[in-house]
C-alpha cells in the first residue's frame, strides 16, 4: 500500500481540521505534504507541528512573515512559506503531491480545486462553489485529465455510495435511467429555524442563524444552512456531479440528520447512508476509497437514536431554496451570479448589516442582473463572478441604507 501525499487546502477550517484528524489516525496511508490557511496562525502552526508540511500558504505577505518567524522558532525553519492565490494553486497542483483536499470556502477555492482538476490529481471536493460556479467547465476538466473526483458534502457522499459502482467511476458522466435510478433524495435538517413562524425570521440574529442543531460548520455555511441555500447550492452541485436533470431530484427534510441521503430506484428501492452527524465519514470515505478505515467516529447506535422523520420544504421559510433550484434550471450564469451574491450578502448579514431576510432580496436581484451573461470558460467564470459581487455589494449599500433595491 503506497502512501497518499495530501494537500489540505483550508486546513484550519472545519473540514480541514476534520480531515487532519482522520490522517493522525492514519499515518501509514498519509502523508501531509502543504497546508493552507486564509489567517488563522496559530491553529496553523499547531498543524505544522505535528504534521511537519513541506509547504504551507497563508493568506497574506505579512501573515507568512509573522508565520515564518513563529515556525523558525520552533526549529521548523525548513517549512517552505508562500503567500495568496498563486501559491495556493502551485500546491494544488504540485508534482510532490496526488491527493488534494478542497476545502476552502467560497468561489476563492476554485483556482486551485481547477488546477488540481487540470493536473490529474485525486480531488476531495467538499468546495461544492467550485461546481456551482463553473458547472461543465469544471466536469469537462475532470474527464479530459483523468482526475478522480471524490464528493466530501456529507449529501453527495452518500449519493455517491448509494450508486452502483460503475457509476461510482464516472463523475458528471452517469447514467442514472441505464441503471434503473428514478430519483436522487437530497435530505437537509433545515437549520436551526425549520419550527419558527415566518414572520419572525426578519429579526433573527447571526448568532441564531450560526447556532445548527446537528452539524459543527464555520459561519458561512451555518447561515446557508439557516436559509437553505446550502441545499440549494448542493442541488447544483448534485446535477454536475451525477449528471442529472433538476427533475431528477427531490429535497426532503430530515431534521434528525441521520439519513445523509437517498437514491430510488425504478423497482421500489430505496438505498440510504446513514450514520451520525460527522464529517470525518465521509472524508474518511473519500480518503480511503474504495477501502474502509477508522475514521474516530461513533457508530449509530439504533436503540437509542431519534425516530426519523420527513417532510417537504416549505419555499416560504426557505425562498434561497427555490431560488437556486430556480438558477439550477436557468443555466449557468444564473448558478455563478447566485453564488457570488450569496456570499456577498451572508457577509453582510454576519457584519449586521442587512437582516436575515433581506439575504434573498439581494440573491434574487442579482441573479435576474446577470442570468443572460455568456459563461464559456473560467475566465468567464471569474469576471462574472467579479462582477456580480461588485453589484451585490451596491445592493447591501441600498439596502443597509433603507433604499429600496433597483435590479441596476
Given at each position: 500500500m503506497s502512501i497518499q501525499r495530501l494537500s489540505v487546502l483550508g486546513s484550519t477550517g472545519s473540514i480541514g481540521v476534520s480531515t487532519l484528524d482522520v490522517v493522525a489516525r492514519h499515518p501509514e496511508r498519509f502523508q501531509v505534504v502543504s497546508l493552507s490557511a486564509h489567517q488563522n496562525i496559530d491553529l496553523l502552526v499547531q498543524q505544522c507541528q505535528q504534521f511537519k508540511p513541506a509547504q504551507v500558504v497563508i493568506g497574506t505577505k505579512a501573515l507568512a512573515k509573522v508565520l515564518q518567524e513563529r515556525l523558525a522558532a520552533l526549529g521548523l525553519d525548513d517549512i517552505e512559506i508562500s503567500y495568496g492565490s498563486d501559491a495556493l494553486i502551485d500546491i494544488a497542483s504540485s508534482d510532490t503531491i496526488d491527493t488534494v483536499m478542497a476545502a476552502i470556502v467560497g468561489s476563492s477555492g476554485l483556482p486551485p480545486t481547477y488546477s488540481a482538476v487540470k493536473a490529474g490529481k485525486k480531488v476531495l471536493l467538499a468546495n461544492k462553489e467550485a461546481l456551482v460556479t463553473s458547472g461543465q467547465i469544471f466536469i469537462d476538466a475532470v474527464r479530459e485529465s483523468g482526475a478522480q473526483l471524490l464528493p466530501i458534502d456529507s449529501e453527495h457522499n452518500a449519493i455517491f455510495q448509494c450508486l452502483p459502482e460503475a457509476e461510482q467511476q464516472r463523475p458528471g458522466q452517469c447514467d442514472i435511467d441505464a441503471k434503473g435510478i428514478s430519483k436522487i433524495l437530497l435530505t437537509g435538517s433545515g437549520g436551526p429555524f425549520r419550527t419558527m413562524p415566518v414572520p419572525e425570521l426578519e429579526s433573527v440574529t447571526p448568532e441564531q442563524a450560526c447556532k445548527h442543531p446537528n452539524w459543527s460548520m464555520g459561519r458561512k455555511i451555518s447561515v446557508d444552512s439557516a436559509t437553505m441555500m446550502n441545499k440549494g447550492l448542493e442541488f447544483i452541485e448534485a446535477k454536475w456531479l451525477f449528471n442529472l436533470e433538476p427533475s431528477d431530484i427531490e429535497v426532503v427534510l430530515h431534521p434528525q440528520s441521520i439519513i445523509h441521503s437517498m437514491v430510488q430506484y425504478k423497482d421500489?428501492?430505496?438505498?440510504?447512508?446513514?450514520?451520525?452527524?460527522?464529517?470525518?465519514?465521509?472524508?474518511?470515505?473519500?480518503?480511503?476509497?474504495?477501502?474502509?478505515?477508522?475514521?474516530?467516529?461513533?457508530?449509530?447506535?439504533?436503540?437509542?437514536?431519534?425516530?426519523?422523520?420527513?417532510?417537504?420544504?416549505?419555499?416560504?421559510?426557505?425562498?434561497?431554496?427555490?431560488?437556486?433550484?430556480?438558477?439550477?434550471?436557468?443555466g449557468q450564469a444564473a448558478c455563478t451570479a447566485l453564488n457570488a451574491a450569496n456570499e456577498v450578502a451572508v457577509d453582510a448579514f454576519l457584519s449586521n448589516r442587512i437582516k436575515f431576510t433581506e439575504i434573498v432580496k439581494i440573491n434574487e436581484t442579482s441573479v435576474k442582473k446577470f442570468v443572460s451573461q455568456e459563461v464559456v470558460n473560467i475566465e468567464d467564470v471569474i469576471a462574472l463572478d467579479g462582477n456580480v459581487r461588485q453589484f451585490a455589494q451596491q445592493l447591501v449599500e441600498q439596502v443597509a441604507n433603507n433604499l429600496s433595491v433597483a435590479e441596476s
Amino acid at each position: 500500500m503506497s502512501i497518499q501525499r495530501l494537500s489540505v487546502l483550508g486546513s484550519t477550517g472545519s473540514i480541514g481540521v476534520s480531515t487532519l484528524d482522520v490522517v493522525a489516525r492514519h499515518p501509514e496511508r498519509f502523508q501531509v505534504v502543504s497546508l493552507s490557511a486564509h489567517q488563522n496562525i496559530d491553529l496553523l502552526v499547531q498543524q505544522c507541528q505535528q504534521f511537519k508540511p513541506a509547504q504551507v500558504v497563508i493568506g497574506t505577505k505579512a501573515l507568512a512573515k509573522v508565520l515564518q518567524e513563529r515556525l523558525a522558532a520552533l526549529g521548523l525553519d525548513d517549512i517552505e512559506i508562500s503567500y495568496g492565490s498563486d501559491a495556493l494553486i502551485d500546491i494544488a497542483s504540485s508534482d510532490t503531491i496526488d491527493t488534494v483536499m478542497a476545502a476552502i470556502v467560497g468561489s476563492s477555492g476554485l483556482p486551485p480545486t481547477y488546477s488540481a482538476v487540470k493536473a490529474g490529481k485525486k480531488v476531495l471536493l467538499a468546495n461544492k462553489e467550485a461546481l456551482v460556479t463553473s458547472g461543465q467547465i469544471f466536469i469537462d476538466a475532470v474527464r479530459e485529465s483523468g482526475a478522480q473526483l471524490l464528493p466530501i458534502d456529507s449529501e453527495h457522499n452518500a449519493i455517491f455510495q448509494c450508486l452502483p459502482e460503475a457509476e461510482q467511476q464516472r463523475p458528471g458522466q452517469c447514467d442514472i435511467d441505464a441503471k434503473g435510478i428514478s430519483k436522487i433524495l437530497l435530505t437537509g435538517s433545515g437549520g436551526p429555524f425549520r419550527t419558527m413562524p415566518v414572520p419572525e425570521l426578519e429579526s433573527v440574529t447571526p448568532e441564531q442563524a450560526c447556532k445548527h442543531p446537528n452539524w459543527s460548520m464555520g459561519r458561512k455555511i451555518s447561515v446557508d444552512s439557516a436559509t437553505m441555500m446550502n441545499k440549494g447550492l448542493e442541488f447544483i452541485e448534485a446535477k454536475w456531479l451525477f449528471n442529472l436533470e433538476p427533475s431528477d431530484i427531490e429535497v426532503v427534510l430530515h431534521p434528525q440528520s441521520i439519513i445523509h441521503s437517498m437514491v430510488q430506484y425504478k423497482d421500489g428501492s430505496v438505498l440510504a447512508q446513514m450514520g451520525n452527524p460527522d464529517m470525518r465519514t465521509p472524508i474518511a470515505h473519500a480518503l480511503a476509497y474504495p477501502d474502509r478505515i477508522d475514521a474516530g467516529v461513533e457508530p449509530l447506535d439504533f436503540f437509542n437514536a431519534p425516530s426519523f422523520s420527513f417532510e417537504q420544504p416549505d419555499f416560504d421559510r426557505y425562498p434561497n431554496l427555490q431560488l437556486a433550484i430556480n438558477a439550477c434550471e436557468q443555466g449557468q450564469a444564473a448558478c455563478t451570479a447566485l453564488n457570488a451574491a450569496n456570499e456577498v450578502a451572508v457577509d453582510a448579514f454576519l457584519s449586521n448589516r442587512i437582516k436575515f431576510t433581506e439575504i434573498v432580496k439581494i440573491n434574487e436581484t442579482s441573479v435576474k442582473k446577470f442570468v443572460s451573461q455568456e459563461v464559456v470558460n473560467i475566465e468567464d467564470v471569474i469576471a462574472l463572478d467579479g462582477n456580480v459581487r461588485q453589484f451585490a455589494q451596491q445592493l447591501v449599500e441600498q439596502v443597509a441604507n433603507n433604499l429600496s433595491v433597483a435590479e441596476s
